[in-house]
């Protein structure tokens, strides 16, 4: 094959680092408003690890997409009221990977 793509080293003043991604960086945070965990959620689908929360029976995996609506009941619960902080979100079924 013969080299027709001349090659130049990257322009360092145009160049973007950002920090490494961590696991952790995926837990969602109750206390953030919808529209935050929303993208959260939608930045972190498939093929990322996916968003996720600590429930009473273990860890669950938000791996797919999820309407706002769906993300509201997530944070609101199906009762409407606000969680509290110390508040462990419930399973979502099929909106959600068991870990």
């Known amino acids: 094959m013969t080299q027709t793509n001349p090659r130049q ?3 360092e003043t145009g160049a973007r680092y950002y920090k490494r991604r961590y696991l952790e960086d995926g837990l969602i945070n109750w206390q953030q408003n919808v529209l935050y965990i ?4 939608r930045a972190l689908v498939k093929p990322h690890l996916g968003a996720f929360y600590q429930t009473r029976t273990g860890k669950t995996v938000l791996d797919e997409y999820l309407p706002i609506p769906q993300v509201t009941a997530l ?3 199906a ?3 606000m969680l509290r902080s110390d508040h462990v979100a419930p399973d979502v079924g099929r909106y959600a990977g068991h870990v």
């Open 9 to 11: 080293p990257q322009d």
């Open 79 to 81: 009762e409407g009221g």
């Open 38 to 41: 929303y993208n959260l959620v």
């Open 75 to 77: 944070k609101y619960g």
